[in-house]
């Protein structure tokens, strides 16, 4: 069964565009993974560390055969292969790669949630993702991505 997928890429350490096209380019090798769509790739400051490095921020479509554990397994050894260390809070990176969204999905488990918990807050995940999908549906919020942004532009919660 065929999956549609957003993921969310970033990098803020080095050369950060780069590692994008890196793990593009390791994404797409796999068989499992095919790209449907690639948002540009924008500079957007670090959110919760004002004097990190500026962040390189984008979104991709895919669609996958992989359930979503299995998803994350490859984005993980992708980021491992381009040398990101540690997988968690706000540390700099080489390549950060989030599921976004799984279909029209909600998982909730220990090592992955999708939709993702903070997307819906986050200018440099919604911006990208309503250039390629305004219309990318939020199961828990019950809306879709151009509404997110918006409301997120406005400076209203969702």
Do not use: W
């Not at 350490?13 to 797409?28: H, K, T, W």
Request: aromatic share 8%; with cysteine.
């Amino acid at each position: 069964m065929k999956h549609e997928v957003f993921l969310g890429l970033g990098s803020n350490l080095g050369d950060r565009y780069g590692y994008i096209d890196q793990a593009m380019v390791e994404l797409e090798k796999d068989i499992n993974i095919s790209m449907v769509a690639v948002s540009s790739f924008n500079e957007y400051a670090a959110e919760n560390k004002p004097d990190d490095p500026i962040f390189v921020n984008g979104v991709l479509k895919v669609v996958t055969s992989y359930e979503p554990q299995e998803l994350l397994k490859v984005t993980e050894q992708v980021e491992r292969n381009l040398g990101r260390a540690d997988k968690g809070g706000y540390s700099r990176r080489t390549i950060d790669i989030d599921i976004l969204l799984y279909d029209r999905d909600v998982v909730l488990e220990d090592s992955l949630i999708v939709p993702h918990p903070l997307m819906h807050e986050r200018v440099f995940v919604l911006e990208p993702l309503c250039e390629i999908a305004p219309e990318a549906y939020h199961p828990i919020l019950d809306t879709n991505a151009a509404t997110l942004f918006r409301s997120l532009k406005e400076g209203r919660a969702v």
